[in-house]
Structures are given as structure tokens and as C-alpha cells.
């Protein structure tokens, strides 16, 4: 067990399994975009290690682009399904292959609303990849196309998932122990 901001957590997923899986995604993604237009399209904040560890692993050409999203409050952590945009997309994305780069996918509340918006600016296709998946919490069904890993319905944090704004840059995925 490990101690930080007075927080007891543990490993959830180690830096070593991320990466493993983080290779074996960006090699699937690469086979399957090959020869085709790509642009990653991470959401902010929580995203954002796994877009820049993702990029790494890709063999084709892409580009990135970011959109941020309200969250859940620093009191409430449920999903109200009711998501406003703080930072909208730099370029349009018509006739686009966009690939949602997302950190966790739980009610699936938050993704849909984000599809919808996306879907209306007529991208040439639209997928989503996520590092988390809380399967057994969700409330909307959304085809998720890449899945990092399936985990139980805890909260997590770490490797860019934040605890109150904190502990984003762990390396590992953490869950709390009390
Ligand atoms: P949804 O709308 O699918 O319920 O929620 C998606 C968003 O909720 C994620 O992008 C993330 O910001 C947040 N979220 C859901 N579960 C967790 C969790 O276990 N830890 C953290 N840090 N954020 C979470």
C-alpha cells in the first residue's frame, strides 16, 4: 500500500500492464486505419496520458485534436448526463475518420452526449477508444470499439484519471483502499 495527499491506495493496473495493453491497441489501431485519414480526438483532461502513450504506439500518420467537457463537480462523483463543452474542437471534422481517445467509460452518459455532437458535424467515420471500461455501471448503451481494460466499479485514479484534481500523473492505475 502506498500513501500520497493522505490518500491510502494500491495498484489497480501497473505502468507495465498499461503499457503492454497501450501497444497492443496502437497496433490494432494501426492495422485497421492503415492507409486511411486518422485524427485522434482526446478528451480533456482525463485522456491525455493515454493519447500521448497511444501516439507513441502508432505506426501510421495521424493528427490530434482536444475537446474538454465538464465533469463531475469536486462533490459529486456521478455522472448527471448533463455535459457542457469548455473547449470545442480546433478543426472541422467532415468526412473526418475521428477516434474518440477517452480515459474511462462508465454511466456512458458523458459519450453519448459527445457522439451526438460529433455525429451532427458528419465525420467520415467515428470510434471510440477507451483505456477503462466500468462495464457493469452503465446506464446508456454505446459501442465502445477499443477497450484498454474492463474493471469493477470502483473509483479510480492515477495515469491521468484525477482524485479531486490531484495524482493524475501516477504512472499506474490507483484505487483507493478506504
Ligand atoms: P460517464 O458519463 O460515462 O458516467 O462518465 C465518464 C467520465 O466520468 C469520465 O470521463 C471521467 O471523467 C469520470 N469518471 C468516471 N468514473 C471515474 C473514476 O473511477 N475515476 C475518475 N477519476 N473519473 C471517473
Known amino acids: 500500500?502506498?500513501?500520497n495527499y493522505n490518500i491510502p491506495y494500491e495498484t489497480l493496473i501497473s505502468e507495465h500492464d498499461l503499457q503492454n495493453?497501450?501497444?497492443e491497441l496502437g497496433r490494432q489501431i494501426s492495422t485497421d486505419y492503415a492507409g486511411q485519414d486518422?485524427?485522434?480526438l482526446c478528451i480533456l483532461k482525463g485522456g491525455v496520458l493515454f493519447l500521448t502513450d497511444l501516439m507513441r504506439q502508432l505506426s501510421i500518420p495521424h493528427e490530434?485534436?482536444?475537446l474538454a467537457v465538464s465533469s463531475y463537480g469536486k462533490e459529486v462523483r456521478e455522472s448527471t448526463g448533463v455535459v457542457r463543452i469548455l473547449k470545442d474542437l480546433d478543426e472541422p471534422i467532415?468526412?473526418?475518420n475521428v477516434l474518440i481517445v477517452e480515459d474511462i467509460v462508465d454511466t456512458g452518459h458523458t459519450l453519448t452526449y459527445i457522439t451526438n455532437i460529433l455525429?451532427?458535424?458528419q465525420p467520415g467515420s467515428l470510434k471510440i477508444c477507451t483505456l477503462l471500461d466500468k462495464k457493469e455501471r452503465r446506464q446508456v448503451n454505446i459501442p465502445v470499439d477499443y477497450i484498454g481494460f474492463t474493471i469493477p466499479d470502483k473509483f479510480v485514479f492515477g495515469y491521468g484519471l484525477d482524485l479531486d484534481e490531484k495524482l493524475?500523473?501516477?504512472p499506474f492505475i490507483a484505487?483507493?483502499?478506504q
Open 21 to 23: 495493453r497501450i501497444k
Open 175 to 177: 484505487v483507493a483502499t
Open 94 to 96: 467532415a468526412g473526418r
Open 1 to 3: 500500500m502506498e500513501a
Open 38 to 40: 486518422l485524427l485522434l
Open 119 to 121: 455525429r451532427a458535424r
Open 168 to 170: 493524475r500523473n501516477l
Open 64 to 66: 490530434i485534436d482536444f
